[in-house]
């Protein structure tokens, strides 16, 4: 429903722009080609991969437009995504995705193994890991439109990270909290260089920017003198920062990581 209503503010407005330094790469997506891939990998995880709600996939996945996707999949088909470096959760969890860099403890996952090249604009493995299903050979094929069979509600599990779970109807409270403690609205363009292994990494850097139907501009292997430039092309008017001691003393940090709890602050 978060999404839905994030969705029905403008499908053409910027959902998400990609930015690798080490490549080069930027990617652009609509709120309407984001929807596109979070449906057809959700209908991936409800038909190929045959997972019900309560089912549980470990994402393996580093700073990159995909994991996004993956997270919003997850939630939209009912199943629970788990993030973070917990060699406990790939061992029991049904299915697991991974990057180039995970591969090796994504083979504790004695279900489903799906791989992602993060290659630019999407391209898939020139040779598929043993042992796991190329995301990019297998997701294209799959309907643009999603059902899920079993409509997830308020109490359906969604998220573990940090060592804790929560529920949908607990990550959407916790969102439009954020928003507004925050003052994110529709118009806000946040930078963002963390990923998304962590609750508060989640939080600032995709719940919290759906819950107002803002935009988010993710960067991988920052280069700090790109920064400036690229916040002006790209309207930047907030960013992800680390706010000491959990409140206020916003120290800003172009990576969005540190110590205390991240948080959205506003670009002077």
Known sequence: GLWRAALAQGPSRPFLTYYDD????????????????????????????????????ALLLPTHWQTPIWLLACWAAGVVASVGEDPAAVERAAAVVAGPDSLGDALACRG??????????????????EGFT??????????DAFTPYAPAGPDTPALIADGKSWTQGELVADA???????????????????????????????????????????????????????????????RVASLAGGGGGERVNASGTGEGSLGVVPVE
Request: include cysteine; hydrophobic fraction near 45%; glycine fraction near 6%.
């Open 112 to 129: 489903e193994r799906i791989a992602l090249a993060l290659r630019p604009l999407g391209a898939p493995f020139q040779q598929v890991p």
């Open 176 to 238: 439009v909290d954020a928003a507004e403690r925050w003052k994110l609205t529709a118009g806000s363009r946040v930078l963002a260089g963390c990923g998304f292994a962590s609750r508060p990494e989640i939080r600032a850097a995709l719940t919290s920017e759906l819950a107002a139907g803002a935009s988010l501009v993710l960067c991988r292997n920052v280069d700090p003198a790109r920064l400036p430039g690229r916040m002006a092309a790209e309207k930047v008017n907030a």
């Open 134 to 143: 190329d995301y990019a050979a297998v997701a294209p094929s799959q309907p």
């Open 22 to 57: 080490h490549t080069g790469e930027r990617v652009e997506l609509s709120y309407a080609t984001t929807d596109n891939w979070v449906a057809k990998t959700a209908n991936l995880i409800q038909d190929e991969l045959a997972l019900a709600p309560g089912d549980e996939v």
